[in-house]
C-alpha cells in the first residue's frame, strides 16, 4: 500500500510525503508494464496522492502540475507488493537519493523544504500482467499539493516561501509558508545516535535542540519515522511560530 514517506507525526505532527503513479507501454510478460517514464508530469490532489495506484494520462510539464516522477525501480526478486515494511524500506532507500538529486540539495536541505517524496505500485491488472515496479514522485506541500515551480533545485536557504516548511492548522499539517500558517521550519539538525531513539528521548533531544535553533519561545519539531532513520534521514525539524 502506498504510505507517506519521510517524518513521522511527532510533537510537530509532522507529515512526510508519497506518490506514485502508473501508465505506459503495454508488453504483459514484462515487468515493466504499465510503467510511467521518469520526467513526466501529473497533475493530482492529495485524494489521489494517497491511493496505492495512479493511471491517470501525464501533462505537459510546461504547463500546471502538482507531480513529476523522478526514479521508476523495479522491485527486488524477494519482495512483494503485500509486505508493507519491507515495500516502505525499500522505496525509502529508492526515492530519497533522487530527490536530494532532483533538489540538489542534502537530507538537511530537503527537510526546511516543503517538498516530499512518495511511491505508488502497479494495479492489481498491471500486477497480473506481470509488472514488477516502484514509482517515486516528487511533490509539494502536503495538507493540500502545491503547483510545482518550473526550476526545482533548491539553491541555499532560507528557501522562498513557496517552497518553504511550515505547518497549518489545529493539526499542524505540512504545508508552503506563502499560504497561511502557524509555525515555519527554521533548523534541521543532524541527530547524532547508534541507533533510533526512542520517543521519549525524540522529545528529549528535540526540547534541548530545537530551544536555540528557533526565534519564538512557543516552538514545535518533528523527528523521522524509524523507516526513514534507516534510510539516511537523520533530520530533527524545529519550527518557530509565526505571527501568520
Not at 510533537?11 to 512526510?16: D, I, M, N, S, T
Not at 516543503?114 to 514488477?132: H, K, L
Not at 510545482?148 to 516561501?161: E, I, R, S
Request: some cysteine; glycine content about 6%; proline content about 6%.
Amino acid at each position: 500500500m502506498t504510505r507517506r514517506l519521510g517524518l513521522s507525526a511527532a510533537v510537530a505532527a509532522l507529515v512526510a510525503a508519497t506518490l506514485a503513479t502508473g501508465t505506459g507501454p503495454a508488453n504483459a510478460a514484462d515487468p515493466t508494464y504499465g510503467a510511467p517514464v521518469v520526467g513526466q508530469c501529473f497533475d493530482m490532489d492529495v485524494e489521489e496522492l494517497a491511493a496505492n495506484s495512479y493511471v491517470e494520462a501525464p501533462v505537459d510539464c510546461a504547463g500546471t502540475h502538482t507531480a513529476r516522477t523522478i526514479v521508476v525501480a523495479q522491485l527486488p526478486a524477494d519482495l512483494t507488493y503485500d509486505r508493507f515494511a519491507p515495500l516502505t524500506r525499500f522505496a525509502l532507500k529508492t526515492c530519497f537519493p533522487e530527490q536530494r538529486k532532483v533538489l540538489r540539495t542534502s537530507m538537511l536541505g530537503m527537510r526546511l523544504s516543503a517538498y516530499n517524496i512518495g511511491y505508488f505500485i502497479p494495479t492489481p491488472e498491471q500486477q497480473a500482467a506481470g509488472a514488477r515496479w516502484l514509482r517515486c514522485d516528487l511533490v509539494l506541500g502536503g495538507a493540500s499539493l502545491e503547483p510545482l515551480p518550473a526550476k526545482l533545485a533548491l539553491g541555499k536557504p532560507p528557501y522562498k516561501k513557496s517552497v518553504s516548511r511550515c505547518l497549518t492548522g489545529r493539526d499542524f499539517r505540512l504545508t508552503v509558508c506563502s499560504d497561511k500558517h502557524t509555525f515555519r521550519a527554521t533548523a534541521a539538525i543532524k541527530v547524532k545516535a547508534s541507533r533510533y531513539p526512542s520517543e521519549k528521548a525524540w522529545k528529549r533531544i528535540g526540547t534541548q535542540r530545537c530551544r536555540s535553533a528557533v526565534t519564538s519561545r512557543s516552538y514545535r519539531f518533528g523527528w523521522p519515522s524509524k523507516a526513514a532513520w534507516k534510510s539516511g534521514d537523520r533530520a530533527l525539524i524545529c519550527y518557530s511560530k509565526t505571527r501568520r
